[in-house]
């Protein structure tokens, strides 16, 4: 019985290694990073809504105006003013906008972010509340 010596050379055979399956993770992180990606936009600001009785879903395609405690605003993730967002809305397709604010902003700021959307020809805006608890 005679032993072979193991060879660590590899002249011998093929020393390829196989990446298919660090490809097939990455194309799996790849995926996960994208779809979760798409749900931050509600989240990069601190928002506490008012609260209404007719609080309703909305449906319809619209463009979504952050405005945070201070009254800054922001609008696809980035921190716009009033004439950058006025530019913004002119150039979307949506007729329709949702202003999703703080609680606390001035009806002021609001009122001037409802006239920079008419100005860019939005037809419809809307404010977002949450539900008032105990309301139908």
Known sequence: MSLRKPSFDSSERGSEINISPLIDVMFILLIFFVVTMAFTEKSIISIERPKSERAENFEEKTLNIFVEKSGR???????????????????????????????????????????????????????????REGAK
């Open 73 to 131: 605003i922001n609008v696809s993730g980035g921190f716009v003013s009033i004439e950058g967002l006025e530019a913004i809305a002119a150039a979307r397709p949506e007729k329709t906008a949702v202003i999703d604010s703080d609680a606390s902003v001035e009806i002021a700021r609001i009122v001037e972010i409802m006239d920079a959307c008419s100005r860019a020809g939005i037809e419809r805006v809307f404010i977002a509340s949450d539900r």
